[in-house]
């Protein structure tokens, strides 16, 4: 059984740490667009989440080419900007 709890936390551990690299990349965008609309372009989930990132745009860093191809294939609240459409 201490094996099944060490293999536990090591793949908790993982997934905090992607869940924190994802969250950070996300911040990045927002934080690096000039509007909402250039967030929506590249991440159109966020139009679900617009209350909670309006406000935060301030466009003191880079946006790089790469980062917006990954989001935009991530896409993360994709499933949930559809059910709020619904």
Known sequence: IMNTVILHEKL???HIAALERK???YRTLIASAKTFEEVVGI???A???RPAIEGTMTALSVLSE???A???ADNAGAD???SKAA
């Open 12 to 14: 908790l551990n993982t």
């Open 23 to 25: 969250q950070k990349e």
């Open 43 to 45: 991440w159109p989930a």
């Open 47 to 49: 139009e679900a989440v």
């Open 66 to 68: 790469d980062l917006c």
């Open 70 to 72: 990954k989001i935009k």
């Open 80 to 82: 949930f900007a559809a």
